[in-house]
């Protein structure tokens, strides 16, 4: 698997939970850290779990669900080390507990603004700057939910995830960067809730694994983090 020492991952959603984690799993391999948060001072757990790696930490603040949000991301990243050579689309909300026919328009489109829409505009921002440099690992975080109408939007915001995954793969066919997506599984976080399957550190080390894909590697895959989990029994 490539190495991902001296690279520059953004994070986002890295305040807390998968994104937490992720960004702990990827500065224990040397790599250079992007943070994100709606507010910065959000970052400062994290900051202070990083304190002791020997990577550079950069910090950015915004909405991923919002347009000026967008904005400032980006910005920031390029006021600070003005690139990006992974590019973690983590952030995400669930969507509000109703029953199928209550959703309203309203809740598709917050749940849609920043579990899709907001992953989008990132990748049509930074992505492009990967192409140039011939290196880039894109990893959309998914979900394996399914047969809960209830949670519709989020179900359906985190599908539509994966097909935007498998097309963005197919238009960078053939070049050296790579896009998957990553099904954590069902974790014990904020979002994930307390009655969740698994400890939210067991999304390492498989998380990372789309993220060390050597040229050539696989690209409009589905990730799932569980099936490397320490301890797993192998069939």
Same mark, same amino acid.
């Given at each position: 698997?490539?190495? #991902?020492? &001296?690279?520059?991952?953004?994070?986002?959603? !890295?305040?807390?939970?998968?994104?937490?984690?992720?960004?702990?799993?990827?500065?224990?391999?040397?790599?250079?850290?992007?943070?994100?948060?709606?507010? #910065?001072?959000?970052?400062?757990?994290?900051?202070?779990?990083? !304190?002791? /790696?020997?990577?550079?930490?950069?910090?950015?603040? &915004?909405?991923?669900?919002?347009?000026?949000? @967008?904005?400032?991301?980006?910005?920031?990243?390029?006021?600070?080390?003005?690139?990006?050579?992974?590019?973690?689309?983590?952030?995400?909300? +669930?969507?509000?507990?109703?029953?199928?026919?209550?959703?309203?328009?309203?809740?598709?489109?917050?749940?849609?603004?920043?579990?899709?829409?907001?992953?989008?505009?990132?990748?049509? /921002?930074?992505?492009?700057? +990967?192409?140039? =440099?011939?290196? %880039?690992?894109?990893?959309?975080?998914?979900?394996?939910?399914?047969?809960?109408?209830?949670?519709?939007?989020?179900?359906?915001?985190?599908?539509?995830?994966?097909?935007?995954?498998?097309?963005?793969?197919?238009?960078? =066919?053939?070049?050296? $960067?790579? $896009?998957?997506?990553?099904?954590?599984?069902?974790?014990?976080?904020?979002?994930?809730?307390?009655? /969740?399957?698994?400890?939210?550190?067991?999304?390492?080390? %498989?998380?990372?694994?789309?993220?060390?894909?050597?040229? %050539?590697?696989? !690209?409009?895959?589905?990730? @799932?983090?569980?099936?490397?989990?320490?301890? @797993?029994?192998?069939?």
């Amino acid at each position: 698997m490539a190495s #991902v020492d &001296g690279k520059w991952a953004l994070i986002t959603g !890295s305040s807390r939970g998968i994104g937490q984690q992720i960004a702990m799993g990827l500065a224990a391999g040397g790599c250079h850290v992007i943070l994100h948060a709606r507010r #910065v001072e959000h970052l400062d757990q994290t900051m202070a779990l990083l !304190s002791a /790696a020997s990577v550079n930490i950069h910090r950015v603040a &915004g909405d991923v669900g919002t347009a000026e949000g @967008r904005s400032a991301i980006v910005q920031g990243v390029r006021e600070g080390p003005n690139q990006v050579d992974i590019l973690y689309n983590n952030a995400a909300i +669930m969507s509000p507990w109703k029953e199928l026919w209550d959703i309203s328009e309203a809740d598709w489109q917050q749940t849609f603004a920043v579990n899709l829409f907001g992953l989008v505009e990132l990748c049509r /921002a930074l992505v492009p700057g +990967m192409w140039s =440099r011939n290196f %880039g690992r894109v990893i959309n975080v998914s979900s394996g939910i399914k047969d809960i109408p209830q949670l519709a939007p989020y179900s359906v915001s985190k599908a539509a995830v994966e097909k935007y995954t498998a097309d963005l793969a197919a238009e960078l =066919r053939g070049s050296n $960067v790579l $896009v998957n997506a990553l099904d954590p599984g069902w974790l014990k976080t904020d979002l994930g809730g307390p009655g /969740a399957d698994y400890e939210v550190e067991t999304v390492l080390p %498989g998380a990372l694994v789309p993220a060390l894909l050597d040229e %050539g590697g696989e !690209s409009g895959t589905v990730f @799932r983090a569980q099936d490397y989990r320490v301890g @797993r029994a192998r069939s």
